[in-house]
């Protein structure tokens, strides 16, 4: 049973900065697709960063520069360091993984992936 457990979530000021965590049991292997999704209230996942099996990443425009995924494949962590953040950082931030696509592709919307965490909230006051 694949279990994907987020953690490293809170509060902080503007400015501040936050490292999530995911731990990751049940995968035969960690090179995967994997990636970070958040969702705000009335709105789809967006997906914030992501890192295929061969460790190219991913970012959306609106966190480039500020955030940062790693993979540590021998402890099967998958991480989400996010600096010089705003107020419309604050979303509940989900892990997620998947298989790769035909062609090595990763799925590059929230219905592709295949597994899920349950969340971490993350709350940026201004």
């Known amino acids: 049973q694949v279990q994907l457990v987020e953690s490293g979530g809170g509060s902080v000021q503007a400015g501040g900065s936050l490292r999530l965590s995911c731990a990751v049991s049940?995968?035969?292997?960690?090179?995967?697709?994997m990636g970070w999704f958040r969702q705000t209230p009335g709105k789809d996942y967006e997906r914030v960063a992501a890192?295929?099996?061969?460790?190219?990443?991913t970012y959306a425009d609106s966190v480039k520069g500020r955030f940062n995924i790693s993979r540590d494949n021998v402890n099967n962590i998958l991480y989400l360091q996010m600096d010089s953040l705003k107020p419309e950082d604050t979303a509940i931030y989900y892990c997620a993984a998947a298989w790769p696509l035909g062609g090595g592709y990763c799925p590059e919307h929230f219905y592709g992936m295949e597994y899920w965490g349950k969340g971490a909230r993350v709350t940026i006051s201004s």
């Open positions: 890192i295929d099996s061969e460790g190219s990443t």
């Open positions: 049940g995968l035969s292997r960690m090179t995967i697709c």
